[in-house]
């Protein structure tokens, strides 16, 4: 069994012992990253202190 499928098994038995609210908790951050990174990946012209910015504002959802 190879490292990925190792992690993908970890995954899927963490997930399973989440409750609906945690998964959908989990599931909302990861949406707020995925457009957060879209933006910042769409301005090259941010600076590192508006990134930053940026991330506090959507509470921390990105790292």
Known sequence: MSTKERGALGGRARS????????????????????????????????????SKLRTLFGGAVR
């Open 16 to 51: 399973e012992k989440l409750t609906p609210e945690q998964r959908r908790e989990q599931a909302r951050r990861a949406h707020l990253a995925g457009a957060v990174k879209a933006v910042v990946d769409r301005a090259p012209e941010l600076t590192p202190e508006q990134v």
